[in-house]
Nanobody, 122 residues
Framework: QGQLVASGGGSVQAGGSLRLSCAASTYRNSGACMGWFRQAPGKEREGVAAIDRNGNTVYADSVKDRFTISKDNSKSTLYLQMNSLKFEDTAMYYC????????????????WGQGTPVTVSS
């Protein structure tokens, strides 16, 4: 199982932006779908965004038009640009992967690493 190391979380005021990064060297050229999910205290896990081997992207309705997922294959790095952050975006964000296309489109993943915290103050 590959390593997925997320970074870039922090504290920001509502309306601000953050960019999360994920080092995923062992997934380079694997063809896996890569993505992000988040979990806030006391809440269920929520898939946020995914990008498949062809560069097709999927977003949760709650983040659509505010978040952008991208990847740099040359650097084996996955990104999540988060703009217009809201208080309800506060959560631990996890970089994740799956090799199953149906799971990818459903924002579900088989593997993930340690998360990075995002705190949005209102």
């Amino acid at each position: 199982q590959g390593q997925l190391v997320a970074s870039g979380g922090g504290s920001v005021q509502a309306g601000g932006s953050l960019r999360l990064s994920c080092a995923a060297s062992t997934y380079r050229n694997s063809g896996a779908c890569m993505g992000w999910f988040r979990q806030a205290p006391g809440k269920e896990r929520e898939g946020v965004a995914a990008i498949d081997r062809n560069g097709n992207t999927v977003y949760a309705d709650s983040v659509k038009d505010r978040f952008t997922i991208s990847k740099d294959n040359s650097k084996s790095t996955l990104y999540l640009q988060m703009n217009s952050l809201k208080f309800e975006d506060t959560a631990m964000y996890y970089c994740a992967a799956t090799s199953v296309d149906s799971w990818c489109s459903a924002l579900q993943f088989h593997a993930w690493g340690q998360g990075t915290p995002v705190t949005v103050s209102s």
